[in-house]
């Protein structure tokens, strides 16, 4: 995965006013009440052509909206829901959203946290 498509991501969520100090990368230390957490890996590259140079690299962020209350939890994934379906990244790629599981209550956390976990698949080549 490239820098730029993880840059564009990141940026894209802090561009929204009401996410702006709320989105973090990977794991979060002294959290705010409700924030997205957004998770990039290195991504896969596969070959869609038999015989041939053309390969196409999948990486999948996988984010967290969290919230102290059910509500905020669910605002939170639907304002990421709503910047990052079907972005387009220039020169990188576009993402779509295959994947929503939540909301869940994370009891050990103190205070317990609601949370959505969201997957958006970049795909480019």
Known sequence: ?????????????????QLANAVYEGTVT???????????????DHSDRLAGP????????????VGVTVEQAK????RVQALLTDYAIDGVGTLSHP?????????????PLWFVVDQYDLTHS
């Open 1 to 17: 995965m490239s820098a730029e498509g993880d840059a564009a991501v990141l940026a894209r969520l802090r561009s929204d006013a």
């Open 30 to 44: 002294n959290p705010p009440a409700r924030y997205v957490s957004v998770f990039a890996p290195i991504g896969s």
């Open 54 to 65: 053309s390969n196409v690299n999948d990486t999948t962020y996988t984010i967290h909206s």
């Open 75 to 78: 605002w939170a994934a639907r």
């Open 99 to 111: 994947m929503s599981i939540g909301p869940r209550l994370d009891r050990e956390a103190n205070p």
